[in-house]
Every structure is written in C-alpha cells, then in structure tokens.
C-alpha cells in the first residue's frame, strides 16, 4: 500500500507540472516514481524528501487558489478540503520511505542507502540553482527542448547516484574513477566539435575560448576580463581541493590515459623538484599575457601562441607520460596543478596516513602523481602534488591512507568527500561548454 500511495503522489506532482506546462518537471518527477520500485534503500529516501517538498507545494498552491477564491466571492471550502487531502496523502508518503514499514519495503544497499541519496539530491539541487541563476539555457535539453530541463536534472542525477554505488568502496572506486573522468572529457570536447562544425545549440553564448587550463588564469589577464572560468575553478578546489585536478579537469583525463598506456608502474626516477616548475610556468604564462595584452597582440596571434602552449602539453602526456607512467603534465607543467595544490590548502581535505602504517609503500607503487615518496608515508601524509584522486587507499590492506575532516573517521571523511565530488562531476557535464 505504501509504495502506492508514493506512485500515486508523485503521479499527481506530475500532473500539477503538466497543468503548469513544465514537462521537464513531470519527467522528473515520473522517473523519480520508477526509482521506488527498485526497492533500494537511497530511493525510499529521496522519495522521502521529494514528497515532503512536494507537501509544501500544495499549501502555498493551495492557500493562494483559497485566497483568490475568497476575494472573487466563490466557494472556497471544497477546495480548501481538497488541497488538504492532497497535502496529508503527500506527506504521508514522504514519512512512509523512513517508516518501519517503508525501511521493510526499501530493503537492498541499506549501507549505501544515505550515500546515494545525497548524491542524487544534492546533484539536482546544484543543477536546478545553476539552471535558474544563469540568463541563458545552460542545459542541453533545455536548448533543443526548451522548458524540459528538469528531465535532463533526474537524468544526471540519477548518472550521478549510480556512479556513488560503484564508487562506495576504494576498490570499486579506482576502477570506475578514470572511466567516468574520461567521459567527460568526451562529453566536453565532443560538444566543442559539434559546435565548431556548426551546431551553435552546443557552444555557451560569448566568445569561443580555446580549452587549455593554463587560460583559465591567462585568459582573463589578455581579454581585461571575463572571470567565469577563474571563479569556477578556485569554487570548485574550495569546495574538495585539488580534487579538481583528478576528478574535474577536461584534459587531466588525457594525461590519466597516457600514463595507464605504460605497463609499468610509476616510475621513481620522476625528480620531484619539478612540480615547482609549474609554478614558474604560471609566472610566465601571466606575463606573456599581460605583455600580449599592453602590446595590442592580435587575437589571432594570441591564439596561436595559446595554441603551441596546448600542443606541447599534450605532447608531454605523449612521451613522457606514457613512458614514465606517471602524470607528468599533471604534475610538472600544467600551470593549474600548482594553483590547485596551494589553493587547495585552504579546503578542509586532507589525506592522512595513520601511526599504524607498515610502509609497505604498496600506496607509493600506485601514485600517478609523485605524492606518496618514502619522505612523504614517513610524515604521515602525501606531499604537495596530492590530488586526492584516492586510488592510494585501494592498495592499503591495513585502511591506514585516507580522506581525513576534522573529528571525522577515514571512513565517513571519504563519503563526504565522494558526495561532493561526484556532485560537481555530474554537474560539469551537465554544463560541459565552452
């Protein structure tokens, strides 16, 4: 009966939404109402909120029809009877996913069950205030179907709470990492060239810019303007770190490809003094932008130098990451991987390695980025280079390597630190223009 009653609430918030002409809406709510029949633990919960959101869309409906019904003079009473019926039957199946009934019937992954429901609300919180605060149609859905954005929100956030199951445990979690990065990596160039080849639906309004993250600092400084990129990115290292550079970065998954190319396990001839050079690239970066800019380059020239300044990049991932297995455009040119990591200080993440560690340097052997050196187990935590990327905590037998907030547990440390990555995740491909 339980589940009934939640197929039947959702049914009549889609119905309101098609009333009201937001398809995308009913959509979402519709997909949310097939969710419950998977009988998980995280679909009870969502429902549970969901509901209990929708229980307060029929008051404020409510009392505003009731409202213009008194001032027109028309009767009133049935339809306040009406509304109120309408909002207990929604509320009671929003209590009924944390009943002890509805925790019965939501029986399968209960140890994922509040992991995957956050991912899942939180993904269609953040692209729902994305697609309401930005001017223009920021989803793709909403470009080519324009109103039926909230179809494409449960879709991602649905992706999004799938990839927290595969996630949930480190072994799964080093597995699925590089695929869902390299995703969007696709997504993200795919629609570049869509655009490019005439498709202007998948380009955002403004002037094309071309995809090398040492622009996102370099581009504001030529052009006298134009913050959105820099704001997105310090954001998002505030937020987990410089996870941005492992889980976030449209061309960090190339360097991820070309590293995992080479059989060989990361080399430990890497000289560890280079991850300091980006920073003196960045200086140089900034200043051949200022002078580009007080000079008159033109764009075109400016482009071109940008340009060589990708190429060699990649070229870099080519050769020497591929040879060396390890990511060393990551961690040895890219200007943003040395603003990530200092940046990154001043979020709460942090990896630590406990008292308890053996030094087998099992987690040193899967590093990519230079960060678990005999130097660096011996403090008790990685170095500078440290993305947070967590493939580390996989190898380590002993669970003595993980995510660490403060007062918090490596375990609960890393589901936090999942949720809002894989959040942002979803929300980068829901957004993935250029």
């Known amino acids: 009966m339980g589940i009934f009653l939640i197929t039947i609430s959702y049914l009549l918030l889609a119905a309101h939404a098609v009333r009201g002409g937001d398809w995308g809406l009913a959509v979402f709510m519709i997909g949310s109402a097939g969710l419950i029949f998977t009988r998980q633990r995280w679909a009870g919960l969502v429902s549970t909120v969901l509901l209990g959101c929708g229980s307060f869309l029929w008051i404020s409906k409510g009392a505003g029809l009731i409202s213009l019904r008194i001032n027109t003079g028309g009767d009133w009473v049935r339809l306040a009877v009406i509304m109120g019926l309408l909002f207990a039957l929604t509320l009671f199946s929003a209590t009924y996913g944390i009943s002890p009934a509805g925790r019965d019937k939501f029986f399968r992954d209960k140890e994922k069950g509040v992991f995957r429901a956050s991912i899942f609300l939180l993904t269609a919180l953040l692209l729902e205030i994305t697609r309401s605060k930005v001017s223009f149609p920021i989803l793709m859905v909403d470009r080519f179907f324009p109103g039926w954005g909230r179809a494409e929100i449960f879709l991602l956030a649905f992706y999004a709470s799938w990839i927290g199951g595969k996630m949930f445990t480190p072994d799964g979690a080093v597995k699925i990492r590089?695929?869902?990065?390299?995703?969007?990596?696709?997504?993200?160039?795919?629609?570049?060239?869509?655009?490019?080849?005439?498709?202007?639906?998948?380009?955002?309004?403004?002037?094309?810019?071309?995809?090398?993250?040492?622009?996102?600092?370099?581009?504001?400084?030529?052009?006298?303007?134009?913050?959105?990129?820099?704001?997105?990115?310090?954001?998002?290292?505030?937020?987990?770190?410089?996870?941005?550079?492992?889980?976030?970065?449209?061309?960090?998954?190339?360097?991820?490809?070309?590293?995992?190319?080479?059989?060989?396990?990361?080399?430990?001839?890497?000289?560890?003094?280079?991850?300091?050079?980006?920073?003196?690239?960045?200086?140089?970066?900034?200043?051949?932008?200022?002078?580009?800019?007080?000079?008159?380059?033109?764009?075109?020239?400016?482009?071109?130098?940008?340009?060589?300044?990708?190429?060699?990049?990649?070229?870099?991932?080519?050769?020497?990451?591929?040879?060396?297995?390890?990511?060393?455009?990551?961690?040895?040119?890219?200007?943003?991987?040395?603003?990530?990591?200092?940046?990154?200080?001043?979020?709460?993440?942090?990896?630590?390695?406990?008292?308890?560690?053996?030094?087998?340097?099992?987690?040193?052997?899967?590093?990519?980025?230079?960060?678990?050196?005999?130097?660096?187990?011996?403090?008790?935590?990685?170095?500078?280079?440290?993305?947070?990327?967590?493939?580390?905590?996989?190898?380590?037998?002993g669970s003595c390597i993980g995510y660490k907030l403060p007062y918090l547990s490596f375990s609960i440390s890393r589901k936090i630190f999942l949720v809002l990555v894989i959040s942002l995740h979803a929300l980068f491909i829901g957004v993935a223009r250029v």
């Open 178 to 397: 590089p695929r869902i990065w390299a995703l969007f990596s696709v997504v993200f160039f795919g629609q570049l060239a869509l655009g490019l080849a005439g498709a202007e639906q998948f380009l955002m309004t403004g002037k094309l810019h071309l995809p090398v993250p040492a622009l996102i600092a370099a581009g504001p400084v030529y052009r006298g303007g134009g913050f959105f990129m820099p704001i997105l990115f310090t954001v998002s290292v505030l937020l987990v770190g410089p996870a941005w550079c492992s889980h976030l970065c449209y061309i960090g998954a190339w360097d991820d490809l070309c590293s995992r190319m080479s059989k060989k396990r990361p080399a430990k001839k890497f000289p560890h003094a280079l991850i300091w050079m980006r920073l003196i690239l960045l200086f140089i970066v900034l200043a051949a932008a200022y002078i580009m800019n007080v000079s008159g380059l033109s764009g075109y020239a400016a482009v071109c130098w940008a340009a060589a300044f990708g190429v060699l990049g990649v070229l870099i991932m080519i050769y020497f990451s591929r040879k060396m297995g390890m990511m060393v455009h990551c961690t040895a040119f890219c200007p943003m991987g040395i603003v990530s990591n200092l940046l990154g200080r001043l979020s709460p993440w942090r990896m630590k390695i406990s008292p308890d560690c053996c030094s087998c340097f099992k987690c040193s052997q899967l590093c990519r980025y230079d960060a678990l050196r005999k130097v660096d187990i011996e403090a008790g935590r990685p170095g500078l280079s440290c993305t947070l990327c967590g493939d580390c905590i996989s190898s380590c037998a």
